[in-house]
């Protein structure tokens, strides 16, 4: 019912950056919050960001004042700006939604998953 398209990732050297993004299509009523989870090698998926209908953004410690969550509406799309990449921040990032289908059913939704790689 839902897809996902991410694009975005790839190989960065440390300080340089990346843009995700996420666009959601299918049968969708209303998109409630989005976010960006990243899963490192050999750990658990943990959150990175997330922005809610209203636009009011949370981050995780390790990221506030590097990476920007924002979205368009209109596009169902959400996106990760990542600046001053650290080698740390390898992992695959997943996007997630929360979607409201015509229907009134709400599920929550993820992406494929796109590789980020911070190497020199």
């Known amino acids: 019912q839902v897809q996902f398209v991410e694009s975005g990732g790839g190989l960065v050297q440390p300080g340089g950056s990346l843009r995700l993004s996420c666009a959601a299509s299918g049968s969708i009523f209303r998109i409630n919050a989005m976010g960006w989870y990243r899963q490192p090698p050999g750990k658990q998926r943990e959150l990175v960001a997330g922005?809610?209908?209203?636009?009011?953004?949370n981050y995780a410690d390790s990221v506030k004042g590097r990476f920007t969550i924002s979205r368009d509406n209109a596009k169902n799309t959400v996106y990760l700006q990542m600046n001053s990449l650290k080698p740390e921040d390898t992992a695959v990032y997943y996007c997630?939604?929360?979607?409201?289908?015509?229907?009134?059913?709400?599920?929550?939704?993820w992406g494929q998953g796109t590789q980020v790689t911070v190497s020199s």
């Open positions: 922005i809610t209908g209203g636009g009011s953004t």
């Open positions: 997630n939604a929360e979607i409201i289908h015509y229907n009134a059913r709400t599920a929550d939704y």
